[in-house]
């Protein structure tokens, strides 16, 4: 079994170290106390301070930061959300011609919270504080696919013939997910529909939401099943303009 990683194992007693502090420490206060080189420390402090588990004082001392005990909340609520990421939905659903949705993860199933509608004159219903059943959407898939293993029930609903309802089979799916970096569903939610989606990170990297395409089968997939070029591209490079806007460095963005 591979074994601890000690650029962890220290930026953890950094964290402790600060957390029991009556006041703030000083870079070589902290290097000292952990037997550590006054540039490693540094270098920990610094990291996290970009993440918001540290914060640094007027005098230079630093401090535990308020992230810390954010851990457990969101870390963005929909409204801010949809503004980082309207300029660039709307570039997306104008690029590819479909419409283009954002969505997060709540009580396990894909939430809706925004929706750009196709840049046609047809006729749309707006998708905004639609629930989604996670399993069943690319944008779903792509959020469970960010949480790692958890429990299923034995059978999953369906929806359609394509849903894939059996625990193992979704769990290779987001296997797929998570190496290729996009999801894809095709007629697994509704008939005649398909989904293009990728990532959104946040600052750490984390898996804050999804956006994808959404459009007829035909538009969107080929005669083998595979999405029809251009989109996954297009998708991923919208996933990751949003990610930089969270501040998501470029290697965290890249889904």
């Not at 402090?45 to 630093?62: M, N, P």
């Not at 419409?99 to 919270?113: F, I, K, Q, T, Y």
């Amino acid at each position: 079994m591979p074994g601890p990683i000690q650029s962890i194992e220290r930026a953890a007693a950094v964290l402790r170290l600060l957390s029991a502090a009556r006041g703030g420490l000083g870079v070589v206060e902290v290097a000292h106390a952990l037997g550590l080189a006054k540039t490693t420390a540094h270098g920990i402090l610094r990291t996290l301070v970009d993440v918001g588990f540290v914060v640094q004082d007027e005098h230079g001392d630093y401090r535990a930061g308020p992230g810390l005990s954010d851990l457990a909340r969101p870390r963005l609520v929909a409204d801010d959300l949809r503004s980082l990421a309207t300029n660039w939905a709307d570039s997306l659903a104008a690029r590819t011609g479909e419409s283009v949705r954002l969505a997060v993860l709540a009580e396990g199933r894909a939430l809706v919270v925004h929706h750009v509608f196709r840049p046609d004159d047809s006729a749309q219903e707006l998708q905004t504080g639609q629930s989604l059943p996670a399993h069943a959407c690319a944008l779903g898939k792509v959020l469970l696919a960010s949480r790692g293993p958890h429990r299923m029930p034995r059978r999953l609903p369906g929806y359609t013939a394509r849903t894939l309802t059996d625990p193992a089979a979704l769990r290779r799916a987001l296997a797929e997910v998570r190496a290729q970096g996009w999801a894809l569903d095709v007629e697994e939610h509704l008939p005649g529909r398909a989904t293009v989606a990728a990532p959104v990170r946040d600052v750490g990297g984390l898996v804050v939401a999804a956006v994808g395409v959404d459009g007829a089968v035909d538009d969107l997939v080929d005669t083998r099943g595979r999405p029809r070029a251009g989109y996954v591209p297009a998708v991923r490079s919208a996933a990751r303009s949003i990610s930089r806007q969270l501040g998501a460095r470029d290697e965290r963005a890249r889904g």
